[in-house]
């Protein structure tokens, strides 16, 4: 029975076509599979470049491309189309191993060796060589092979490289595209190749280099595999590993180490990865994030990776909220968590009562961003504080004013057993300094960006230091709350123990790059307080650019949204492979309303409501942190939602919060709009949200 290969380009593929043409596919790869004979359903194609390539005849219209060893039983799927344009593909590519990863790799033969004829035409010309600090020796240590080096040491310009993006072997073109931006051959081996040499690679055994692919290619045996396969086909992906996040998820750490890298690097793979390795050892476990819905995504993600009960039972996932309050109920006793409705009407009692000039907001952020954030306890502390971030200057006299506020604010909270999520953090903080021992081993961060300074001292204190005690997940650009810190503040030192991931393998290259627009030109800081950038972030699948649409009312865009979820169910999209997103939770529960009354299938993502299979979510623009889906909408980006007023600090009360709030509101909609893998569609009523004047343009 032959086995089979079903490489990630197939499956974007079947998943575009109509459904009918979606079932016959299956069906024939069915047949294909359960055969004892594969060969007698493939067909012979004439006229190509490798004659590996064969085709499966899906009906009168439909081919499938398939990779067929000249000898055994393992077959690879590689592309499904219409019959002309599977064959347009398949005619002029051929396939090889890299000798540095030992990955199959596929190119457009015919295209490199006319750019090559080209360029020796032109190459008399007097131009510096692109490659010439790059050795050959360099070069095929790297994976370039002889017709790549040829091609290579004919540029001069980094355009040319560019335009062959997709036409050439994709980890080839990495490597001399980090090459061409500064990156030194070690560098290349480390980020790119991966810094892992395989074992003895035979350029030959195209069945090796498969089987060293699972983050490209899925091995299935019997129609189940494979019905389960295609009914989840991103499923199968999400947890795999290419080199770099393979080595960053590994690799023994003499203290804390992070890794970085721009939406749909791989963050959160490397996390549970990571997480699952050092459960593996032993080790106890705490995989932790900011939100209730990320610990739920990443528990299910962890039991498709992990399926060992023992294994699974060594990992806690949890929020830092939730372990904070299980230490403080087990070694403090019980409280009442403060409503935020509630905080701010004492703040406003202590405003009133003490007839002060301040806002409610400003004290109530000067209390969480200096007084929480730096641990301060004392009037002498708190004038020595550093206000980096708060805008407004506070001389002595202004500075006393607000500690007797923030006395009596923390003296009412004592008084009635009031706690906040800070405070029952601050408190979590001193139970783990009384400890005997750290409850556990390990902790491993996700979507760190998004957590204040008093939960980093909970995670500081719930493993002892040393090696492999901290793996931390994060990226800046997607910091969508008034979190700013810096871990060596907290007791967190990196010391160089940082990995980036720079390639995106979720969104398609139009909707990462109209989403980078909005962070143009923004000073982003990292966890190390230094300024970081996107910069080399792109990603390896094309598709169509986002589309935009305004109305001139808030029921035509609702009616239009309509139009467009439709559309993508009648492609064949799954109702559960669809995100609604709102700035808003009143717009998203419209939306959501709009939807059912349509007769369309939909759930609100709540705190406490998870989606349910069959059914499209709609949620807010925060509660898309960490998902993903084929297709997503961001409805309502209009000048009145985005930048939403009471989220933005006022310019003459602080303009350095102003700034800071209106970053925070970029940075959420560049979330929002990165949750989309495929299709990406954005509107609004009335005047459109500024933010999108760069993102259009």
Known sequence: MPRLGIHQDFLQDLIRLERPIQQ?????????????????????????????????????????????PESGDEFMLLRVDSHDKAYEWVKHRRVSVNMATGYMEIRDDAIITDTIQGLQKIHGETVRPLFEHVSDADMARLGIDDQMLKFARMLSDVAMLEALDGKLPQIQYDVLFGLAAGMSPEEVWNDVVGGITPEAIDPDDLVAATQRMPHKVALVEGPEELMELFAKPFARWRVYL?????????RSYSGPAQVTGGPGTGKTVVALHRARHLARQGGRVLLTT???????????????????????????????????????????????????????????????????????????????????????????????????????????VQRAKVWRAIGEFEQELADNNYRTFETICVEATRVLGELDTRPYDHVVVDEAQDLHPVRWRVIRGLVAEGPDDLFIANDTHQRIYDNRVSLSSVGIQLAGRSTKLKINYRTTEEILNWSCAMLAGEKIVDLAG??????????????????????????????????????????????????IAARSEMLAQSAAEALTRAGIDVVYLSREKDGTERHIRATTMHRMKGLEFRCVAVIGVGANQLPYANAITPLEEDATTHANDLQRERCLLFVASTRARERLYISWHGEPSPFLNLASS
């Open 290 to 396: 900011f939100t209730a819905t990320l610990t739920r995504s990443l528990a299910e993600s962890l039991r498709l990776l992990e399926t060992d009960d023992e294994v699974l039972s060594r990992i806690d996932v949890l929020t830092v909220d939730q372990v904070a309050r299980r230490l403080v109920d087990g070694h403090v006793g019980k409280f009442t968590l403060l409503r935020r409705d509630e905080e701010k009407e004492i703040w406003r009692r202590i405003i009133r009562h003490r007839s002060l000039e301040f806002t409610e907001k400003f004290l109530q952020e000067e209390w969480r961003q200096v007084v929480l954030a730096q641990g301060v306890t004392s009037f002498d502390a708190y004038l020595d504080a550093r206000r980096i971030g708060r805008g407004r200057r506070l001389g002595p």
């Open 24 to 68: 016959k596919v299956v069906e024939a790869i069915s047949k294909f599979e359960q055969s004892s004979h594969a060969g007698m359903h493939l067909e012979k194609l004439h006229n190509i470049r490798d004659e590996r390539f064969k085709s499966i005849r899906i009906d009168l219209k439909y081919r499938g491309i398939v990779l067929a």
């Open 530 to 579: 230094q300024h970081t950038s996107l910069t080399g972030c792109r990603s390896e699948i094309h598709g169509a650019e986002p589309e935009l649409y305004g109305a001139s009312t808030k029921n035509a865009e609702l009616t239009h949204l309509i139009e467009i979820v439709q559309g993508w169910l009648d492609a064949g999209v799954q109702p559960e492979e669809i995100g």
């Open 242 to 250: 290419h080199p770099l996040q393979q080595e960053a998820a590994f």
